[in-house]
T-cell receptor
């Protein structure tokens, strides 16, 4: 496909479950970003990869959040022992160069019950 | 105080009106300024990008940046019902750093 894709699009988890969210960036895009968007808010930065290197994870809210991009392409955001406050839309964006080329996926809507 | 402030609205205007959206920011290091449009249950879509101060026009959209006042604006001329969406401002200090977003302004254009 031509754009950033994310799966699943919707996820319902029971409190305490682990979840894994996948992002397929645009082919050839070096940079990959994860953002969290709470209801009625703008996206907030979680973590950033350049190729397979995680260059910035300062936005991850707790050590229950973990992201990887082992081959510099697909990325997975994992949330362990989910809590209700983790309910949000998780957006992935990829970029070939600078910020002006940052393209977003449709997001994964996570609901923790 | 958040780094980027944006009035969440909602803002409702009649079709054909000129819409003015704006954001203020506190970090003087910001140099890259973007406006995104986000439809319900979709990801943000880049509308306009401006580097440093100045104006940029693209069709019905005009983006303005005033770094001295730490204030950015997006104007939409001849607004259409299809412009109804949430508009997010975003900015960053460096070319390859994460974006800092405003809360978004929800716009409804009434036919």
């Amino acid at each position: 496909g031509a754009g950033v894709s994310q799966s699943p699009r919707y996820k319902v988890a029971k409190r305490g479950q682990d979840v894994a969210l996948r992002c397929d960036p645009i082919s050839g895009h070096v940079s990959l970003f994860w953002y969290q968007q709470a209801l009625g808010q703008g996206p907030e930065f979680l973590t950033y990869f350049q190729n397979e290197a995680q260059l910035d994870k300062s936005g991850l809210p707790s050590d229950r959040f973990f992201a990887e991009r082992p081959e510099g392409s697909v990325s997975t955001l994992k949330i362990q022992r989910t809590q209700q406050e983790d309910s949000a839309v998780y957006l992935c964006a990829s970029s070939f160069g600078g910020v002006e080329t940052q393209y977003f996926g449709p997001g994964t809507r996570l609901l923790v019950l | 105080q958040k780094e980027v402030e944006q009035d969440p609205g909602p803002l409702s205007v009649p079709e054909g009106a000129i819409v003015s959206l704006n954001c203020t920011y506190s970090n003087s290091a910001f140099q890259y300024f973007m406006w995104y449009r986000q439809y319900s249950r979709k990801g943000p879509e880049l509308l306009m990008y401006t580097y440093s101060s100045g104006n940029k026009e693209d069709g019905r959209f005009t983006a303005q940046v005033d770094k001295s006042s730490k204030y950015i604006s997006l104007f939409i001329r001849d607004s259409q019902p299809s412009d109804s969406a949430t508009y997010l401002c975003a900015m960053s200090a460096l070319k390859r750093t994460p974006l800092v977003f405003g809360k978004g302004t929800r716009l409804s254009v009434i036919a």
